[in-house]
């Protein structure tokens, strides 16, 4: 059971990255599939998630408007888009799920990797110029 993330780099600001991530397995085991971040010397941080049961998503305010999520089960990979990015977007990325029943909504997603037992590897972002 493992979650393989893929797509950061380096980006200007109000430039756009896709991030990809990798399930071993069909994605749609998952109860919530999730994003969060940690920037150098700060905490988790909770970016989005969402649910395979109800479809719901969920998105932290700071990313509103500017991150989707969406997931291809043919490939079993679920998506972040990140668009317009911010020099403060920058933090290494990590997907993960939980196989547990779960809904995911705005109340977990500040602290979703709480919530959320299989973790990534992550990948570096870094917004730039």
């Known amino acids: 059971l493992q979650l393989v993330e893929s797509g950061g780099g380096l980006v200007q600001p109000g430039g756009s990255l896709r991030l990809s991530c990798a399930a071993s397995?069909?994605?749609?085991?998952?109860?919530?599939i999730g994003w969060f971040r940690q920037a150098p010397g700060k905490e988790r941080e909770g970016v989005s998630c969402?649910?395979?049961?109800?479809?719901?998503?969920n998105f932290a305010d700071s990313v509103k408007g500017r991150f989707t999520i969406s997931e291809d089960n043919a490939q079993n990979t679920v998506y972040l888009q990140m668009n317009s990015l911010k020099p403060e977007d920058t933090a290494v990325y990590y997907c993960?799920?939980?196989?547990?029943?779960?809904?995911?909504?705005?109340?977990?997603?500040?602290?979703?990797?709480?919530?959320?037992?299989?973790w990534g590897q992550g990948t570096l972002v870094t917004v730039s110029s």
């Open positions: 397995r069909s994605t749609l085991d998952y109860y919530v």
């Open positions: 993960a799920a939980t196989q547990y029943p779960m809904d995911c909504s705005g109340d977990v997603i500040p602290d979703i990797h709480r919530y959320l037992e299989v």
């Open positions: 969402m649910s395979n049961n109800s479809g719901s998503t």
